[in-house]
């Protein structure tokens, strides 16, 4: 009887990237949860780094930028250097950026686009 083993990444999609390398050749039933448990591990530990970094200075939402500086600063993330190089790097927000005038910066749909209040409601009422 086969065990089921609990993995957060697709061990099927591991095993058909590992054939996809012709040095490899046969993989054991394991080999792919190993490296699903390897991957679980590996984004843990940068998520838990970047996560230590943004709590140092009072941020909330995690961003690429974040990722990049965590990887930039953290020995074990050297091998991912090359890969953030075209990522912008953090910049520190200003004291004096408030939430005054932000709303343009957020991306948000603004006034007068999208549907108009209670229009939607007053098609089903007349149907």
């Known amino acids: ?3 089921k083993y ?3 990444f697709p061990v099927a999609r591991i095993k058909k990237i590992m054939r996809t390398d012709e040095e490899v050749g046969k993989v054991a ?3 792919p949860v190993l490296i699903s448990k390897a991957l679980e591990l590996f984004i843990q530990s ?3 780094e970047t996560c230590k970094e943004m709590q140092s200075r ?8 974040h990722l990049k500086k965590t ?4 020995e074990k993330f050297d091998f991912l250097k090359d890969q953030v190089a075209g990522v912008p790097d953090f910049v ?3 004291e004096d950026e408030g939430e005054e005038g932000g709303d343009s910066k957020r991306g948000g749909r603004g006034v007068g686009k999208g549907q108009a209040k209670g229009k939607g409601r007053a098609k089903k009422e007349e149907a």
């Open 58 to 65: 009072g941020l909330n939402k995690m961003q690429l930028t």
């Open 6 to 8: 609990k993995t957060k």
């Open 71 to 74: 990887i930039m600063e953290v």
């Open 1 to 3: 009887m086969q065990k």
């Open 29 to 31: 039933q394991v080999t």
């Open 92 to 94: 520190e927000p200003k």
């Open 46 to 48: 940068l998520i838990e």
